[in-house]
């Protein structure tokens, strides 16, 4: 015997095999609408714990998945019911070149600052030199 979660949960998995080959069979962007439109919170909550609450991060990553959905949907083939385990690819690299690129600016706006205290000091050594003689 079947729980009712589960039977709603398949039904949920049969009617997005039914959009998803709806769009590719004849490029219903109203099948594809609805899928966006029945799995975008889940996306983006994914996302945000993903992108560690970066919500512009998070937004990318959205796009991205949907976009990566509708290029790979021929390919993706009806065998994955909607979230399966493509959609943690475009997750995972989009937070680690986030935190990357984010790890590269801190590190340059460190790098300046040194420079910036370095002139200063020296800057300063100058003056001091100045007023002694």
Same mark, same amino acid.
């Given at each position: 015997?079947?729980?009712?979660?589960?039977?709603?949960?398949?039904?949920?998995?049969?009617?997005?095999?039914?959009?998803?080959?709806?769009?590719?069979?004849?490029?219903?962007?109203?099948?594809?609408?609805?899928?966006?439109? =029945?799995?975008?919170?889940?996306? /983006?909550? *994914?996302? %945000? @714990?993903?992108?560690?609450?970066?919500?512009?991060? #998070?937004?990318?990553?959205?796009?991205?998945?949907?976009?990566?959905?509708?290029?790979?949907?021929?390919?993706?083939?009806?065998?994955?019911?909607?979230?399966?385990?493509?959609?943690?690819?475009?997750?995972?690299?989009?937070?680690?070149?986030?935190?990357?690129?984010? =790890?590269?600016?801190?590190?340059? /706006?460190? *790098?300046? %600052? @040194?420079?910036?205290?370095?002139?200063?000091?020296? #800057?300063?050594?100058?003056?001091?030199?100045?007023?002694?003689?």
């Amino acid at each position: 015997m079947t729980s009712p979660a589960r039977r709603t949960c398949e039904a949920d998995q049969t009617d997005d095999m039914r959009l998803l080959r709806a769009y590719v069979e004849s490029g219903s962007e109203q099948a594809f609408a609805r899928l966006v439109e =029945r799995h975008i919170a889940m996306v /983006h909550s *994914a996302a %945000l @714990r993903q992108c560690r609450h970066d919500r512009d991060a #998070a937004h990318d990553v959205t796009q991205v998945v949907f976009m990566l959905l509708a290029k790979k949907a021929p390919r993706i083939g009806l065998v994955h019911c909607f979230p399966a385990g493509w959609s943690g690819d475009p997750f995972r690299r989009r937070s680690q070149r986030r935190a990357e690129s984010r =790890r590269k600016r801190h590190e340059a /706006h460190a *790098a300046s %600052l @040194r420079e910036r205290e370095n002139a200063m000091k020296c #800057a300063t050594g100058l003056r001091r030199t100045r007023t002694r003689t």
